[in-house]
């Protein structure tokens, strides 16, 4: 598996876990610290933008997409 699948985030078979804020092919995600992506409304931290310059709540579609 590789990445977005079924609400989840993997790098080469690996569950990605605590990543933050991610940017898969010009979409935004947060990977959680569960290894699920963020559904619903989340308030991404200065630590977990990872530089991508989003701070603040956010709203995310139940893929997990970052709602712009």
Do not use: P, W
Not at 26 to 48: N, P, Q
Request: glycine share 18%; charged share 20%; hydrophobic share 30%.
């Amino acid at each position: 598996k590789n990445g977005i699948v079924d609400g989840h985030y993997y790098i080469e078979g690996e569950l990605q876990k605590n990543l933050g804020l991610i940017c898969v092919d010009g979409d935004y995600y947060v990977v959680r610290g569960s290894g699920d992506l963020a559904v619903g409304t989340y308030y991404i931290t200065e630590a977990k933008s990872n530089g991508l310059g989003f701070i603040g709540y956010y709203e995310f579609d139940e893929s997990g997409k970052m709602i712009q």
